[in-house]
T-cell receptor, first 113, second 116 residues
């Protein structure tokens, strides 16, 4: 059974550009969440999608957005990149009720220069 | 808002020994879920163990067990017979079902180094 797949694994972008990260959840998982991990702030919740609808959103500026497709794959987009957006972005998927815990991908390491 | 505190930034242990990682949390909720995740250098967060707050029995998964003290809001992880492969960052996480089951609040993590 394939795990959660995130692409690309590494990305270098210039300040002011935009970026799109992709996440393919485990087959059958309909919930996809995104987290940002930085040394200073730790792991912070970005948003969660379920059946193509954003179900929950963390405290991030509007430059951070996402979407989910009918096959449950999800993308997150960051526009007008800032140096502080450099982070590891983790995607996690789960069945409808995530009380059993999430399955995470290996993340996309974004570096903004 | 819930907060999760891991007071040990780093810990080290020798192979075959037992180590306990600490975690405390703050919440006004009565029903919630607690998790320990492991993040090795591969970066993937791996679920180690979970605990349901309404269950008094401490969860156990092979060499991993927890000491859940609900009144004290404490959720420590005990690793028995430590192995080199246990070297990783360990995160304690809290989930409040009232937030829609979707948000995990993480502690800052404890880096565990297992040496031969």
């Amino acid at each position: 059974k394939a795990g959660v797949t995130q692409t690309p694994r590494y990305l270098i972008k210039t300040r002011g550009q935009q970026v799109t990260l992709s996440c393919s959840p485990i087959s059958g998982h309909r919930s996809v969440s995104w987290y940002q991990q930085t040394p200073g702030q730790g792991l912070q919740f970005l948003f969660e999608y379920f059946s193509e609808t954003q179900r929950n959103k963390g405290n991030f500026p509007g430059r951070f957005s996402g979407r989910q497709f009918s096959n449950s794959r999800s993308e997150m987009n960051v526009s007008t990149l800032e140096l502080g957006d450099s982070a590891l972005y983790l995607c996690a998927s789960s069945l409808e009720r995530s009380v059993y815990g999430y399955t995470f991908g290996s993340g996309t390491r974004l570096t903004v220069v | 808002a819930q907060t999760v505190t891991q007071s040990q930034p780093e810990m080290s242990v020798q192979e075959a020994e037992t180590v306990t990682l600490s975690c405390t949390y703050d919440t006004s909720e009565n029903n919630y879920y607690l998790f320990w995740y492991k993040q090795p250098p591969s970066r993937q967060m791996i679920l180690v163990i979970r605990q349901e707050a309404y269950k008094q029995q401490n969860a156990t998964e092979n060499r991993f067990s927890v000491n859940f003290q609900k009144a004290a809001k404490s959720f420590s992880l005990k690793i028995s017979d430590s192995q080199l492969g246990d070297t990783a960052m360990y995160f304690c996480a809290f989930m409040n079902p009232n937030s829609g089951y979707s948000t995990l609040t993480f502690g800052k993590g404890t880096m565990l180094l297992v040496s031969p």
